[in-house]
């Protein structure tokens, strides 16, 4: 990944699409590519730049995530236990994304704040570390992650959208040449990060355990902050906050948030599969392999290791 980092003044558009001519414009923030539309240059207060400078209030808790992996899942999760009704967010967790609202916009919403970010660590508001900011981290096996990205790509206007196939996608989402650059070297950087921060409070989740077990996640984090739940309120949460009732209550009443509207026509949104191994559907046991052999050459010596089927 290129390493510059341009001027607020002046961000630099990077063509990154392929031979084919299918791929993304992106702009690079601190080393990272990010969409061009995020890359706001006034006022600062609307700038990637101003995030490292939030206020942070003690009982923030922040959602820390690759695309894809589940941010909205564990964001209405967290809502619901830390509300202590089983009733749905109106508003979508984009409206608490560092990265969307920015400073202007985070220091406007009030306690107990869910923010959640795809963002490594070094861009977040230097106070996480300072205040030892709960964060909950969720990972989910890139197989999945990829072909799920795929889709949303796929279903979403430009410059967001992707026309190419999955095998194009693949080669893309792998090298990083895309927005949120790439999934290995954010597991990567999170994890040197956090051995750079001892003492940060961080429960990990992976995506295939909460599928396996949504009440037991539940339960982690209802004690992770320190939430006095009921194992019957958990039970209640877990299932009201599965795969089809989010689903469902995203048609039905999440309020729109405009500047999410990047949606094609009759796209399925957020709410797709919700599955794990879907992956096996989509490629080839070559692909698959292929796929495994460059993501394991990147992640050897990480120690993270993924569930691909439950
Ligand atoms: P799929 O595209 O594989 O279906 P994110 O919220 O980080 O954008 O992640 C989106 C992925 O999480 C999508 O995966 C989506 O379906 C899945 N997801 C969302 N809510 C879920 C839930 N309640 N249970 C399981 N998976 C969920």
């Not at 690079?28 to 061009?36: I, K, R, S, T, W």
């Not at 101003?50 to 809502?79: M, N, Q, Y």
């Not at 990972?139 to 796929?154: I, L």
């Not at 949504?214 to 949460?237: H, M, S, Y």
Request: glycine share 6%; with cysteine; proline share 5%.
């Amino acid at each position: 990944m290129a390493a510059d980092h341009p001027s607020v003044e002046t961000p630099i558009i990077h063509n990154l699409r392929n031979s084919k001519g299918h791929g993304f414009e992106c702009v690079v923030f601190d080393g990272l590519y990010m969409p061009p539309a995020l890359m706001k240059t006034e006022p600062p207060e609307e700038t990637l730049e101003s995030i490292r400078d939030i206020e942070l209030h003690d009982d923030d808790v922040i959602i820390c995530a690759f695309p894809k992996c589940g941010t909205h899942w564990v964001w209405e999760v967290v809502e619901m236990l830390r509300g202590g009704v089983i009733e749905y967010r109106k508003q979508v967790k984009e409206t608490q994304e560092f990265e969307i609202i920015f400073k202007k916009g985070i220091d406007a919403l009030p306690s107990p704040r869910t923010l959640n970010t795809h963002l490594y660590l070094r861009m977040l508001p230097k106070q996480v570390v300072e205040k030892k900011i709960k964060c909950i981290q969720i990972m989910r096996n890139p197989k999945d992650a990829c072909v799920s990205f795929f889709n949303q790509c796929r279903d979403t206007l430009a410059p967001a959208g992707f026309e190419g196939d999955l095998a194009e996608f693949t080669e893309i989402f792998l090298s990083g040449q895309m927005f949120f650059g790439s999934y290995s070297d954010y597991l990567l950087a999170w994890k040197a990060e956090l051995d750079r921060s001892p003492g940060q409070p961080v429960l990990k989740l992976f995506y295939e355990d909460m599928k396996h077990d949504p009440v037991k996640t539940v339960k982690d984090i209802a004690r992770f902050l320190g939430l006095a739940a009921t194992d019957q309120f958990c039970e209640e949460v877990a299932n009201a906050c599965s795969f089809k009732k989010m689903r469902q209550a995203d048609k039905e009443l999440k309020e729109e948030f405009d500047i999410i509207k990047f949606w094609k026509e009759g796209a399925i949104g957020y709410y797709r599969k919700g599955e794990v191994g879907d992956w096996k559907n989509w490629y080839t046991v070559a692909e698959s392999e292929n796929f495994d052999r460059i993501w394991n050459e990147k992640m050897k010596d990480s120690g993270i290791t993924f569930k691909y089927s439950l």
